[in-house]
């Protein structure tokens, strides 16, 4: 920089080298990374409910809030106004106009009841409706609030080129140049209430959005909450997915979630209602696991006997090599021998060895059903840690079925994790 100090230095013009020098300051103070945008754009406020008189700034209803001009006398319904830079008043219907606030000027917000609902007789619970500019209802909010807050869920205008949100009165389409610079002005502000709002000890916010803005707003949230934790949530709206030409068709929208302080992730659990355990299914389907392969060196493509009135497995055979045939096993009387075939013909393995197996039937632990062709019985049993989860509590037995098999409940709730991707019929658009 002393290269540029020393060339400013050389400007006869002591004003422009003054007007130089502060513009090279404020670039110095400038982000080096991060969002750059015009936050300085001017945001307007219709007061629809302000006179026009004589010193406000008004402009048309039906056009830009931008396009502002100033009140010099109001008579007979008519309103004769002076355009910034212009030097020609023009004359207006009052009833056409509407007067205006910027940024900066002094707002009061109140709440007007309109009307009220009363639909929980006998509860202390209230819910309140505030039907406002947001800006504005947070400014409000924040006198009765401030940082007491638990949550905040904000669904935002998502700047995808239709209508969706005005900017000063005004649509802001796709082929807006400073389409991502106006929204994101617009949400610095709101966001910087909010943060007003929250409680900084225990709170979170949650913002949605697309694919529109979603980089945009991931940057500003770092930048404006730095002292929080973030993450984004993918949302399945549309499991189908939306059509794009020559692109993967959208499935989903964003949720940033934003924890304050010690706001964190519960992971759901039980509701403390017994439910039965998961049993798995006895024969494996993994193509690697396929007749053949052996795991810890032990072949576990063997006959399980099972009684044809029972219905029970009354004998398991050996291990056949993968030489020996299915049919080269000795047949047992009025007992039907079953091997791990898939319904495509493939000879897979058992999940269990022989020795393991057995001792699961003499508990109780293995559960037979019809099968097919292929597999004319279906074999469920245990996870191998299950006396682990019994012996810990979260299993118990509560007694016998009528085959001999035991009834395996869970006791405590399996606890889900709650993850980034959220797939529910609830959130299908």
């Not at 130089?20 to 103070?29: P, W």
């Not at 009061?108 to 309140?128: E, K, V």
């Not at 700047?159 to 000063?168: E, L, M, P, R």
Request: aromatic content about 10%; overall charge neutral.
């Amino acid at each position: 920089m002393a290269a540029i100090d020393d060339l400013i230095n050389k400007i006869a013009d002591a004003d422009l080298r003054a007007r130089i020098a502060a513009e090279i300051s404020k670039m110095q103070k400038g982000k080096k990374f991060g969002l750059v945008f015009e936050n300085h754009l001017p945001e307007c406020t219709p007061l629809y409910d302000v006179p026009v008189t004589a010193g406000k700034t008004v402009a048309l209803k039906n056009s830009s809030l931008a396009d502002a001009y100033k009140v010099l006398s109001v008579e007979d319904g008519v309103a004769r106004c002076l355009k910034k830079d212009a030097s020609e008043p023009i004359n207006f219907a009052v009833q056409d106009l509407v007067v205006v606030a910027t940024f900066g000027e002094p707002i009061y917000p109140y709440l007007q009841p309109i009307d009220s609902i009363c639909n929980a007789p006998g509860s202390d619970l209230w819910h309140a409706l505030i039907e406002a500019d947001n800006y504005h209802a947070l400014q409000l909010l924040d006198y009765l609030y401030h940082g007491k807050v638990d949550c905040i869920y904000i669904d935002p205008p998502y700047n995808t080129g239709a209508k969706d949100w005005k900017y000063n009165n005004n649509y802001v389409d796709g082929s807006d140049a400073y389409r991502h610079s106006k929204w994101l002005s617009f949400m610095e502000k709101r966001l910087a209430l909010a943060k007003k709002l929250l409680n900084p000890k225990d709170s979170v916010l949650i913002v949605t959005i697309d694919e529109k803005e979603y980089l945009h707003l991931g940057c500003l949230l770092e930048e404006m909450f730095p002292e929080a934790n973030m993450q984004m949530v993918s949302i399945t709206i549309n499991p189908s997915g939306a059509k794009r030409d020559n692109l993967f068709s959208r499935a989903d929208e964003f949720a940033y979630v934003v924890l304050f302080g010690n706001a964190h992730v519960i992971h759901p659990t039980g509701d403390g209602t017994e439910r039965e355990v998961r049993w798995f299914y006895l024969r494996r389907t993994d193509y690697s696991s396929r007749r053949g392969t052996t795991k810890g060196g032990v072949a576990q493509f063997f006959p399980i006997y099972v009684n044809d009135s029972s219905h029970k497995i009354i004998k398991i055979g050996n291990a056949l090599s993968p030489e020996e045939s299915t049919n080269s096993i000795p047949s047992i009387k009025d007992a039907t021998p079953v091997f791990p075939i898939r319904e495509d013909g493939v000879e897979m393995n058992w999940g269990l060895t022989k020795e393991s197996l057995k001792t699961m039937v003499d508990q109780g632990l293995v559960r037979v059903s019809k099968g097919n062709e292929f597999q004319p019985y279906i074999f469920k049993y245990l996870s191998s840690n299950y006396t682990q989860k019994i012996n810990s509590g979260r299993w118990a037995f509560r007694g016998f079925r009528d085959d001999g098999t035991r009834i395996v409940v869970e006791t405590q709730g399996k606890v889900t994790r709650a993850t980034t991707v959220w797939k529910n019929k609830l959130h299908d658009a």
